[in-house]
């Protein structure tokens, strides 16, 4: 009976082992793998290093743009282990005027008990932080742009948001350009956690490095962006504008010193993603009027012993009359006095011996049909129309009935200033990436006039500066080939005896060998509708500044 | 007889062995904190590095100096005259 019993014992008992020998096979044999890697997901972990943002530098190495570290406090309630007027009162100690800048929401916590957790808009440094290590005070780190000359140059810098993932991400100018560069790389480090969640280094983990975003430095000449900013709002105020723009280049090189727009209301544009310089279309206005000159002594169609022998009376197209400006009429004109007098129907004389083809072919030469490319986001691109009846010509010829951008004008007036060459605008000068130089490739450069057509053209540009009525506000010590514009804003598709004006001043200096070359648009003056009255005096003032910083 | 140096020498070896993971893990935890630490004070270094950065920048601002100069003065734009185009 016993041995039976001790037999089944036995049976029943490596009956359990075997059972339990299966499950432990199971578990530690078929299901391994599966196994295994749900304890390397509990384990381990896949972390983050985000890379810093690159840096904005002006062309005197000044930073623009950095990166700001700050943080936000919290408090929760549940880890207090003092009473909360003692804690307020030591980030009060550490971050004085608090409690006056939180007043609301530190009375609304204190007093509502189901609130237990508060974050407060107020940002703090890192000392800040370091003498605030009390239980129920915490701090989320936040990465922030900082400016150190306020708004300057908003409008080539730009602006960052955050996408849909958190990732900062630029908005508007350089900082939507060149996202790519200055974002770099994010690095990554995987490996087992401690159990305060810290990622453990050991043979099994593996990292790779963050790389840092490039710096980037500008050509913006800082004193010049200054003076452009100041003057220009000044000019604003004075002349009751509601608004201005002024971009100035270096002419052999298309580096762009400066470039600002502001409005009568504040000190920048109300949004720096909106670069009115690049992404606006005008009119240009008389301003163009040296180009189609150009353009005509380029082709031969005229020569410059050209004298206007129709320009007593007015210009009849169909059922169209072109007149001048001031209603008055110059006989038997020069080209100089044509250019002097900014006669319109003297213009429309020389472009109808230019021809349309050979208008059309240097209008695209010079850029204009197409964005110059200039490296800022936004920039538009200027229409250009299909067909061309005669009249529409003869407008072109005085800059009505065609549309440009600040930059694109500039763009190729500059042609002029760089002895016959179009160079591209440029913003960016190099890039800096672990003390490394990148430099910014350069466009091609193309030739549009002959040496004798720009030296015909500046002859005539400075004598019409130098006889013609901005000759009273030109500062003596300073040579200077200009054009003044003054163009009337079309309300649907017409223009108004009443509509307002976009006035004008382009022009580089000295005439050889120039040092930059400058435009100034001045929307809706109110004091004077005229360029020369307007946008000169400021293209001046800023000159002589220019003569000395450059 | 033989099986007690045989007992022994296992026993020695499972010492060894323990001593030596208990050794070999808390170096690997020392070397984490360690690099912890450093970790954390180059970041410290970084930020207090920006914060300096930042102060010698707003400092030598133009709109700083600007705000700063005793006189700012600027020529008055507008000429008396009666220009035209």
Known sequence: MSHSRSKILSIALIFCFSVVSFRFFYWQVIKAPE??????????????????RGKIYSSDNFPLVLNQTTYQLSLYKPNFKEDFDQILNKIEQAYPNFKTENSEPVDKFKNNSNQKWITFNSTFNEDQKNLLNIPGIEFQKIEKRFYPENSMAKDIIGTIGRDSSGTQIGYGGIEAFYQKQLQGKTGFIWGPQDATGKT????????????????????????????????????????????????????????????????????????????????DLFEPGSIFKPLIVSMALDTKSINTNYICTKCNQPHVIGKYNISNWDSEFHADSSLQDIIKNSDNIGMSYIIAKLGLDSFLNYYQKLGLTQKTGIDLQGEAKPTVKTEWPEIDLATASFGQGIVVTQIGMLQAFNVIANDGILVKPKVVNYFTEDDKIIKNKNQKEIQVFNQQTINDIKSILKYSVENGVVSKIKPENIEVCAKSGTAQVAISGSYENNSSTIASYIGFSPCYNPKFTMIVTINNPKTSPWGSSTAAPIWYELASKLNDLL | MLNKPFFLFIFFLIIIQVTFSFYYSSEIINQNNLINQNQI?????????????????????????????????YINLREKLNLQN
């Open chain 1, 35 to 52: 196994l295994k890697e749900k304890a390397k997901n509990q384990t381990y972990k896949l972390e983050k290093i985000l890379s810093e």
């Open chain 2, 41 to 73: 004070t180059l970041q410290s270094f970084k930020i207090k590095n920006q914060e300096l950065e930042e102060k010698l920048a707003t400092l030598s601002s133009l709109s700083k100096i600007e705000a700063t100069a005793s006189q700012k003065n």
């Open chain 1, 200 to 279: 453990i280094l050991n043979k099994k983990s593996w990292s790779s490095d963050a790389v840092n975003g490039r710096n980037i430095f500008t050509n913006i000449n800082r004193s010049v962006q200054f003076y452009v900013e100041k003057l220009l709002q000044k000019g604003i105020n004075e002349f009751s504008a509601d608004s201005g723009s002024i971009t100035i280049i270096e002419p052999k090189t298309g580096a762009v010193l400066a470039m600002a727009s502001l409005t009568a209301t504040s000190s920048a544009t109300p949004s720096s993603i909106r670069n009115p310089a690049i992404s």
